[in-house]
């Protein structure tokens, strides 16, 4: 069974700090990754997604994230976060089955 | 929102009794989930469908059940065998068509589950 880990539960940053996110995966086939974010109040929304190609992709916002095959990570960085990007952060992957795994969440505020 | 409707955004059950989660979608995709999302524990897979008449167990199936008769439609009836039934159910659906493995989830508003 595959399964996701995010292991900063709750991270506070400064305005202008940079970010970086971990997300490490299990399974052993092909999976296909993604980061969501969720703003208070509203719904997952996507912030970029991996499934082939450039290991390095960009995101909207200004994020973006790399997908380290050797290490099964696919950590989330934003070099310079502003107080909007607090909000709560997944990663999921889903296998070419079409199962979905998400991990626990991470919660940003960034202090203005 | 966006294609995916979920009804009703608020449910009260007894304990003891079934209860019927509703999802639509007007999106002609042929994939849905459906998730719990709990404080602190992110979003869990309850049921999944592929394609009419066929459906397969997340990794918290037990207590839920879904019947996909339509394309349109996913229920999900929270059982009196699910223990702890108080949560946030989300319906979603990949974007876009072909391949859905890597298409990213496109989520309804929601229902929020509630034990009296």
């Known amino acids: 069974a595959q399964s996701v880990s995010q292991h900063n539960h709750h991270v506070i940053l400064s305005e202008a700090a940079s970010l970086e996110l971990g997300c490490n995966y299990s399974?052993?086939?092909?999976?296909?990754l993604f980061w969501y974010v969720q703003y208070p109040g509203q719904h997952l929304q996507l912030l970029l997604k991996?499934?082939?190609?450039?290991?390095l992709v960009k995101g909207i916002k200004g994020f973006e994230a790399e997908f380290i095959k050797s290490k099964f990570s696919f950590n989330l960085r934003k070099p310079s976060v502003q107080w909007s990007d607090t909000a709560e952060y997944f990663c999921?992957?889903?296998?070419?089955?079409?199962?979905?795994?998400f991990g626990d969440g991470t919660t940003l505020t960034v202090k203005p | 929102d966006g294609g995916i409707t979920q009804s009703p955004k608020y449910l009260f059950r007894k304990e003891g009794q079934n209860v019927t989660l509703s999802c639509e979608q007007n999106?002609?995709?042929?994939?849905m989930y459906w998730y719990r999302q709990d404080p602190g524990q992110g979003l869990r897979l309850i049921y999944y469908?592929?394609?009419?008449?066929?459906?397969q167990k997340g990794d918290i199936a037990e207590g839920y059940s879904v019947s996909r008769e339509k394309k349109e439609s996913f229920p999900l009836t929270v059982t009196s065998a699910q223990k702890n039934p108080t949560a946030f159910y989300l319906c979603?659906?990949?974007?876009?068509?072909?391949?859905?493995?890597?298409?990213?989830?496109?989520f309804g508003d929601g229902t929020r589950l509630s034990i009296l």
């Open positions: 399974y052993g086939g092909t999976v296909n």
């Open positions: 979603a659906s990949p974007l876009g068509t072909g391949k859905i493995s890597n298409q990213p989830q496109h």
């Open positions: 999921a992957v889903t296998t070419n089955a079409g199962k979905s795994t």
């Open positions: 999106l002609n995709h042929d994939a």
């Open positions: 991996y499934f082939s190609g450039d290991p």
């Open positions: 469908s592929q394609i009419v008449n066929d459906f």
